[in-house]
């Protein structure tokens, strides 16, 4: 089974990256842009057979390892496959 | 015969390129703000410095490649004029296609500032002419983000590698390639010639360290004579 | 938000941001009303230790602060020596101790980014960086996290902005493990006529507010830091503080380009407590008074409540003064480099700060009661067992075999190589790197400065472990080993910057080693005649009631006005004789050798000798002058030995071998391994010796052969003619090149 995780700065956390995209963005013509944010995806293909298992142990990757949850938050989606 | 500078937000190099070029090598030096579109055909020499053009952010020089200043570059390169870009400023210069490929972090997933050693692959170019091929040289890198990679072989056909990471005896073996660059490239130009990037960078060893940079520098200026006088 | 603005405060309310009882029984009587919400956070925030230093400011008057080159010492924002010609160098060191223990890679970066807002908020350009770095035991489990965050987060936020980091120290030590320390220094330069202040003044002069906008970023950092961690429960987690190095470079080539054109009467960064301590502080300097609207402050979140805005410390933001003649020129300078700029408030007379929002006058403050808190009682005690830490069981290091004792040595995480630290800091940028912390020194030229040759020789000194066994000798050591590390390098010191990292003044042996600690580094600067141009203080460095080690960073600018070579530190040749200049043998008391053998630091440092330091450093001069072929380093932490193998493992030549013959007259350990300042060791050509031995002489220093450098790849050291160690010197040198590689 697959997991995607989607990492994100918290909202309380000033984002940089995603500020200064947007200012080029409105820069280049595109106006109408109001917000950026950046983060990243991480795809984690498991043997997992049980989709809550699966669900439940890439939950715990992303607790211990993967992101920084002192600024960072994450979400999980199951991917087909 | 004038150089120009240019200072992208955040370039950090630009200062270093014109005292190399101006008190160093005597050049005649402009710097150019990018957001001011002058008219760069006077300049027989432009240079994209290094630094974090706006931070590094996105890609490294991918937002720098959209800067009022760039459309005026690609009309000089197209003129044949000669465009240097070093470090960041050869980043910038793959994002703006100018060169094929592009520069990803360092295998190594670390910034890395020492000297390394450099082979001249080839000197029948504006940029490295004052060397012989098979020298090796001693320029020092500074970079996060130097590893080249080639996106479609057809692309990369077109330009060609002109300095090689090597070891001090100038052989390209496991240990010299300080970033994994693809076929140890540390310095590109393209079909024509006339844009050349390269990471480490010159205008640190210009009057110190290893005064290699000088040399490359008196390469552009003899090639820049000789077409004066022809 | 449980509060609005304009809720009268509560004892309750006080004591949870941070003021004790009678801090704000004192507020109330001055006011003669209570603060408001807003304005008790405003206190909350100035009364800390971090922005107040309430506990250590009476102190500085120890200090030696004055000289022919001050223009500018403590009191601003960065001190400022003359180099002459209409030149002049601004430089400082600060903490970011506990937002780094808290998130390492973003609490050291957003230090970096202050301490260089510091700089160039004086007008001066940022031309090179220090860091003094201090983890706990690698055991413990978020040591490796720390160091990897706190490295990368000092390489990409200097990297970025284009400052070289050219040398600094890291120190391993069991008392940091729950409080690692992060001091960064940065020096720039400035043309005399350029300087500028944080300082406001001149009725109906503009208030204007620059750089990123406003968020809800560090609400309170300055109280945390006046706070310890407690292991017990949840760390306090505020909204962490994010650097933007981008944004901050284009701050410093604004604030360049608005001092060339003087263009502002003052100018301040936001850093700890953020739009409330540069608004009074520079009110408070200029004796004037300020009105701020806080709606026309840019922010970057909805419904910001004034005490919010106030107490913010979002990064990479500026408080500039100006006649409003330039408020054109100013705005099309922050346009070109695409950073807010607002008019905010303006200057008025009086002392009194008013402060709106939403149309409402919601801060009403006398400048002085806001700045100057009573100080606290803080009484000092020195510990009793100081003669049980001044124990060291000399019988069992005697009867120990040398190789045991040389191997316990080696094998120390202090004995290491820091290039895997400094390569990933670019040491180059900006063409002035002559040399870095690999030389003992950074040596830098200022190649800005056509009318003369000048070069400056910079270097970070502390030894925390003396300071915790004899906290005045601490004081003194780290001034005098500063001081000669710079001579070594051909450099006349002229003056220090400090970080004085303690635990909490509220216990009493804290408050007696800060006070010790003073009167050792005053001693050096008044000897020497070094003034201190500007410092930091960061106390509650502990938890659960455990203070770190006094740890008083001290950093040392020297000069060296002429264009003579710079000595070299490592072996040139392998045919070399080696010599000790200064006392044959060295103190084992708080050396790093003690701490090895005996599993814990201990023994009475020896007294610095003040006359002889002096003697060293002009002793260099004449050295340099001579322009002898020679190698000089010093021998610091690990004593001679240690000293030794780092000048051979720096020398070109894979096959340098070390042989020392200790000489008979002396105590073999108190030779290798005693640590006392000063003690220098010279590599040198034979044919030189009987010139280094006069020149020792004439200055008062004794000078004794100790061996020589070869090509044997190996060390041995010889007792009269039986050879008493003989190790191969590939293997101590890979040991020592791979400690530092584990953590990255």
């Known amino acids: ?81 | 015969m004038k150089a120009a500078v240019i200072t992208f937000p955040g370039s950090n190099c630009d200062d270093d390129c014109v005292y190399a070029l101006e008190e160093v090598c005597e050049l005649s030096v402009d710097r150019i703000w990018h957001k001011h579109e002058v008219d760069l055909s006077p300049y027989s020499l432009i240079v994209l410095p290094g630094g974090f053009s706006y931070g590094d952010y996105l890609r490294c020089g991918s937002l720098a490649a959209f800067s009022p200043i760039m459309n005026l570059v690609r009309a000089a390169s197209d003129r044949g004029q000669l465009i240097l870009g070093i470090c960041n400023g050869f980043q910038i210069l793959c994002e703006a296609n100018l060169l094929p490929g592009a520069l990803v972090p360092n295998s190594s997933l670390r910034f890395i500032c020492k000297d390394v050693t450099l082979k001249v692959e080839n000197n029948l170019n504006p940029w490295l002419n004052a060397f012989k091929v098979g020298d090796v040289l001693t320029l020092p890198i500074a970079h996060g983000d130097g590893r080249y990679v080639i996106g479609d072989q057809a692309q990369a056909a077109k330009a060609q590698k002109i300095l090689s990471y090597c070891d001090a005896k100038g052989a390209l073996v496991d240990g010299a390639n300080p970033n994994g660059s693809f076929d140890f490239v540390a310095g590109m130009v393209n079909e024509k010639g006339n844009v050349f990037g390269l990471m480490p960078h010159p205008e640190r060893a210009a009057d110190l360290r290893s005064l290699h940079g000088r040399k490359l520098f008196e390469s552009i200026i003899n090639h820049l004579r000789e077409k004066a006088s022809a | 938000m449980r509060n609005s603005d304009s809720t009268p405060s509560t004892v309750e309310m006080a004591i949870e941001l941070g003021l004790s009882r009678e801090e704000y029984a004192y507020i109330c009587r001055k006011l003669e009303r209570k603060p408001n919400f807003a304005e008790l956070g405003i206190f909350s925030a100035m009364y800390s230790e971090h922005c107040s230093y309430k506990s250590s400011k009476r102190y500085f008057k120890r200090f030696p602060t004055t000289g022919k080159r001050v223009l500018q010492g403590p009191g601003e924002n960065a001190g400022i020596l003359d180099l002459g010609d209409g030149w002049a160098v601004a430089f400082k060191m600060e903490s970011h101790n506990h937002p780094s223990y808290i998130e390492p890679y973003q609490g050291a970066a957003t230090g970096v980014g202050g301490i260089l807002r510091d700089i160039f908020t004086m007008g001066a350009r940022p031309i090179a960086n220090m860091d003094a770095l201090f983890f706990g035991s690698p055991e413990d489990a978020k040591t490796h996290s720390l160091v990897r965050g706190v490295v990368k987060g000092i390489g990409d936020y200097g990297n970025c902005v284009g400052v070289p980091t050219v040398a600094g120290q890291t120190l391993f030590h069991p008392c940091y493990t729950a409080n690692p320390l992060v001091n960064a220094f940065t020096l720039g330069i400035v043309k005399t006529e350029q300087i500028l202040k944080g300082i406001a003044k001149g009725k109906d002069n503009i208030v204007m507010y620059v750089g990123s906008k406003t968020g809800r970023d560090g609400v309170h950092g300055a109280t945390m830091a006046s706070k310890e961690f407690s292991s017990e429960g949840e760390l306090e987690r505020p909204a962490v503080q994010v650097g933007d190095p981008f944004t901050e470079k284009l701050l410093l080539e604004a604030t360049l380009e608005v001092a060339e054109q003087n263009l502002v009467v003052g100018i301040q960064d936001m850093g700890a407590a953020g739009l409330t301590s540069s608004s009074f502080e520079m009110a408070h300097r200029g004796a004037s008074g300020l009105e701020l609207n806080l709606d026309a402050i840019p922010q970057r979140e909805t419904a910001m409540s004034a005490y919010e805005l106030l107490l913010s410390e979002s990064q990479e933001r500026m408080l500039l003064v100006a006649e409003p003649k330039n408020l054109e020129k100013l705005k099309a300078i922050y346009d070109k480099w695409d950073l807010h700029a607002e008019v905010i408030g303006k200057v008025t007379e009086g002392s009194r700060v008013k402060m709106f929002s939403k149309g409402e006058l919601v801060v009403d403050l006398p400048i002085e009661l806001v700045v100057e808190p009573p100080m606290p009682e803080r009484p000092q005690a020195a510990p009793s067992d100081l003669k049980q830490r001044w124990f060291l069981e000399r019988n069992r290091m005697l009867a120990t075999p040398l190789e045991t004792k040389v191997l316990s040595l080696l094998k120390s995480l202090n004995f290491a190589d820091v290039s895997p630290i400094i390569h990933q800091y670019d040491s180059m940028v900006g063409n002035r790197t002559l040399a870095t912390v690999l030389d003992d020194a950074s040596v830098l030229r200022l190649r800005e400065i056509k009318s003369k040759n000048i070069r400056l020789a910079l270097a970070t000194d502390c030894n925390p472990r003396v300071c915790w066994l004899w906290p005045q000798e601490g004081g003194r050591r780290a001034v005098a080993e500063a001081a000669l590390n710079v001579a070594l390098r051909g450099a006349e010191p002229i003056g220090i910057t400090d970080c004085l990292n303690f635990g909490s003044p509220e216990n009493t042996e804290v408050m007696w080693q800060f006070a010790e600690c003073v009167e050792g580094i005053s001693q050096t600067c008044d000897f020497l005649k070094v003034p201190v141009i500007s410092g930091n203080v960061s106390f509650y460095n502990e938890t659960d009631g455990k203070p770190i080690y006094p740890t008083p960073m001290i950093g040392m600018v020297g000069v060296i006005e002429d264009n003579l070579p710079l000595p070299l530190s490592y072996c040139f040749s392998t045919e070399l004789e080696l010599g000790l200049i200064g006392p044959l043998v060295g103190g084992l008391g708080g050396s790093l050798f003690a701490s090895e053998f005996f599993g814990r630091d201990c023994g009475q440092p020896e007294e610095t000798d003040l006359t002889i330091v002096d003697r060293m450093i002009k002793w260099c001069q004449v050295i340099r002058r001579k322009k002898m072929t020679l190698a000089l380093h010093d021998a610091a932490d690990g004593g001679l030995l240690a000293a030794c193998l780092e000048m051979a493992f720096r020398s070109p030549h894979e096959c340098t071998g070390i042989s020392l013959e200790i000489p008979h007259e002396a105590d073999v350990d108190s030779f290798l391994f005693g640590e006392t300042i000063p003690r220098v060791i010279a590599a040198y050509e034979p044919v030189e010796r009987v010139d280094l031995e006069a020149t020792s002489s004439r200055g008062g220093l004794k000078f004794h052969p100790i061996g020589s450098v070869n090509d044997s790849g190996r060390l041995k050291i010889f007792q009269g003619s039986a050879v008493v160690l003989d190790l191969a010197m590939k293997d101590i040198r890979s040991r020592w090149e791979q400690k530092y590689k584990v953590f990255f």
């Open chain 1, 1 to 81: 089974m697959k997991a995607r995780v989607h990492i994100f700065l918290k909202d309380s956390v000033f984002d940089p990256q995603g500020n200064t995209i947007a200012q080029m963005l409105r820069r280049t013509g595109f106006e109408k842009v109001h917000g950026v944010r950046m983060g990243k995806v991480i795809d984690v293909e498991t043997t997992h057979q049980v989709a809550a298992e699966a669900l439940s142990e890439v939950k715990k990757m992303c607790e211990k390892i993967l992101t920084n949850p002192v600024i960072e938050s994450y979400r999980v989606e199951l991917m087909e496959s």
